[in-house]
């Protein structure tokens, strides 16, 4: 079959071009509260392409840091463009401008006396707002990009990309800013990380089970009648006995799990039940992934 060669188009809707639009001003105006409330007056270095900028800043002062951000975004604009489509592409710009935009004007000083605290908050709101920016069909710009790439293509987390693109970034801040305020920023790009990865996926997160057990065909009817949830057969034979067994295989939302596991019990107490996390799920009726 030929590939189509229609561009995929930036809009769906005015119902979702609005949508995205407040879930990434949303996201920035958080961000922009961590960093002017939080990072800057407590001398926090910062990460990413911003933390990049900084440190290029400190080693060539007449260049306007501004400048500098863009000029580092744009190779993974053009990334972006290749492997995300349009639509990421475009409001990726946009995120770009809105944070821009949000740094320069929103300032909502924050204090606390502990600087541990203070890290702790600041990775929490930036956290969320990056979170709430990548619901969205974009996002903030920088390494957000990066992410969103290798998570199409090799399933890699959003958040362990951060924060191994912003383990690499600290070695290089670490040349413009104390150990102290270093250390401090590992605690708030850990938190904001993790917290990014919760707001994405994390309360949608879909559980995969596989179950073996010789009221197999039971089971899988109640599966099907009380969960709603589609199961799979797959042939299988014991590794000692030699038996054909019959293992289901389904997947289920983590609000599910309970029940499925009451189910199970009921029906064979004796069941040999498995429960994994998966990364994302693609399917209409019960898929996780993100639409970029």
Known sequence: MARSTNPQPIFISSKQMISDFLLIISGCILCAIAINGILIPQHFATSGITGIALVIHKKLPGVNIGVIYFLCNVPLFALAWMAVGRRFFFYSLVGMAALSLSVAFIQIPIHLEDKVLNA???????????????????????????????????????????????????????????????????????????????????????????IISPAWQKISQEILKDIRRGVTVIKGEGGYSGREENILYTVVTIREVGSLKRLVQRIDPDAFVVISSTQEVMNYRIGNQPHW
């Open 120 to 210: 702790l908050w600041a990775g929490l709101i930036s956290g969320a707002g990056v979170g709430i920016s990548l619901r969205s069909s974009g996002s903030q710009g920088g390494i957000d990009i990066l992410s969103v790439m290798l998570l199409k293509r090799f399933s890699i987390g959003i958040g362990n990309t951060i924060l191994a693109v912003n383990i690499i970034v600290l070695l290089l801040v670490a040349l413009a800013y104390s150990l102290e305020a270093l250390l401090y920023t590992l605690i708030v790009i850990y938190v904001s990380t993790k917290v990014a990865s919760i707001v994405i996926t994390g309360f949608s997160q879909r559980k995969a089970v596989m």
